[in-house]
Structures are given as C-alpha cells and as structure tokens.
C-alpha cells in the first residue's frame, strides 16, 4: 500500500508532465523510463511519443521490450538507429564518454521529437542519480532535456513501489545500463567487445543471475559482477566450469568474479585513484 507521501509525489509527477500539453519520452524499457512513459500516458493520453535508440550498445532484449511495451499501451513510438563510429571519442572511451554519447543520442531523440510536433523531451533520471560519476547529466542539461522522476523527488525504490501499484512488468526488473559501460575508460570500445558483453550477461541471466555485469578488461579478461547475495553460487565447483567454459566459447580468455558483487559504476572507482 502506498503511503500519502508517496501518493503526493505521483500527482506532482501527473502535474508537471500535464503542463508540457504533450511531450517524448527517451524510452530504454528500463524500470525509471518505462514508468515515465507510463505516467506521461497517464496524463496526456496521446500526445506522447516514445523514443528508443537502436544500437550496438544496447542489449536486443530491451529494443524488443520496448517495442512490446508500446504496441500493448497505444503508444507511438520511434525507433532511431545510432552508430558508434557517428559520435566523436566514443570508442576511445575516454572518462567523459557517457557525455559525448548522450549528447549525441539526445540532439537525434530532439530533433526527431521536433519533427512529430513534440518540443519537450524528457528522461527517466531519478534522485538516486546523484550519487556516482554520471557525466551524461550535463549534457542533459545543456539540451534543455526534462528530469519530471528527479523534479518530483522520487527515488529508485519509490519509482519500482510506484510501478508495482501500476502493474508494471518493469517494476522488478534488474537496474541496467549500456554494455559500453563494462569498458574501462581508456580502452578501445569495439563492436567485438560489445557482442562478448552482451552475449556473457545474457548467459548469466539464462542461469537465474538476475542483477550481473561482465566488465571485460585487456587481455580479454572477463570480470563478473553479480549481486553481493548471490557471490557463493559462483564458487561451486561444476556451475563455475561451465561458465567459465562458455565465456572461453564467447571469446573471452579468462574469467573471475568480483570479490565485492555487482555495484553500480564499478569502472569509475578507478577514477578515484591518483596513480592510475
């Protein structure tokens, strides 16, 4: 059951998305952007659009999820297709990669918002977001793009409590992020490690890991993360030998599991270290 405070930030959420009198929604079918697009159904019935971006980034799971989503709740949604080796430094992979590649990803979802009628584009940030390294909010800020989850203080926990009173299929759904993201900064992101990523995660899912990152490092090093309760299953002795032997199918020569389990932004804690 919802709390009053909790009800209280849904209306202001209604509210705030009721002014724009229509607006697009950079939809990724994660648990913050489909909840969104939801409430924005909510409150202005059609006059929402959902953007979702195609790329070698993004696993096909969740561009088929998203457009599932729409073609069950009515909506319009555009698929836009982006290309690596379009965004300058992004397969260098440098620290501020997450800004080179909003800023590009949003400037497309903009003008394809634009072009359908629709001048407010928004995204699914919530107040949780302010917690880690996310260059990637800057260029949001820069492209004018709307944060309603963040305007009306919800957090990660109350936008899945929110889903569940919704009966979104998202409201459990593991927290994800762009497979570029397993790369550490400096390191060259290919379309190769891109695939290993994707196909290793989507193996590990496969095994009942819900919440799993494999970041790849040189020497084709997979290093997996999976949440910190599950860490004990990775021990037994006939469960690590098959995984291990997929990844060596997948590409990866090596693979060893994170002491710590999955946390979020595990590659930037090297940003924190003055001798790397």
């Not at 209306?11 to 913050?32: N, P, Q, R, Y």
């Not at 952007?33 to 959902?50: M, N, P, Q, W, Y």
């Not at 497979?179 to 379309?191: F, K, N």
């Not at 490690?193 to 490092?217: C, I, N, P, W």
């Amino acid at each position: 059951m919802l709390s009053e405070e909790l009800k209280e930030k849904k209306k202001t959420l209604l509210g705030i998305l009721k002014a724009t009198a229509g607006c697009a929604v950079a939809f990724s079918s994660g648990v913050d952007s489909t909840f969104l697009l939801a409430a924005a159904k909510e409150a202005l019935g059609d006059r929402v659009l959902a953007v979702t971006v195609k790329a070698a980034w993004v696993p096909d799971r969740e561009l088929d999820e998203a457009v599932r989503f729409c073609e069950e709740r009515g909506i319009e949604h555009v698929i836009l297709t982006a290309e690596a080796d379009a965004i300058p430094g992004f397969r260098e992979n440098p620290p501020d990669r997450c800004y080179l590649c909003k800023r590009a990803l949003f400037e497309k979802i903009t003008a394809a918002a634009a072009e359908r009628g629709f001048s407010v584009v928004a995204e699914g940030s919530n107040t949780d977001d302010d917690g880690d390294y996310r260059p990637g909010m800057r260029a949001l800020g820069e492209l004018g793009i709307a944060s309603p989850l963040k305007t009306a203080g919800l957090s990660k926990q109350e936008i899945r409590a929110l889903s569940r009173e919704m009966a979104l299929p998202t409201w459990k759904k593991p927290s994800a992020a762009c497979l570029a993201s397993r790369v550490p900064y400096g390191e060259r992101i290919t379309d190769e490690k891109l695939r290993m990523v994707g196909e290793a995660e989507e193996y590990l899912t496969s095994l009942g890991f819900d919440q799993v990152r494999v970041r790849v490092h040189e020497g084709g090093v997979a290093r997996i993360e999976v949440a910190p309760e599950r860490r004990k299953d990775l021990t037994d002795s006939a469960l690590a030998a098959n995984i291990y032997g997929r990844l060596r199918q997948i590409g990866f020569s090596y693979a060893a599991a994170d002491l710590l389990g999955y946390r979020t932004g595990s590659l930037n804690e090297s940003l924190e270290r003055d001798d790397l």
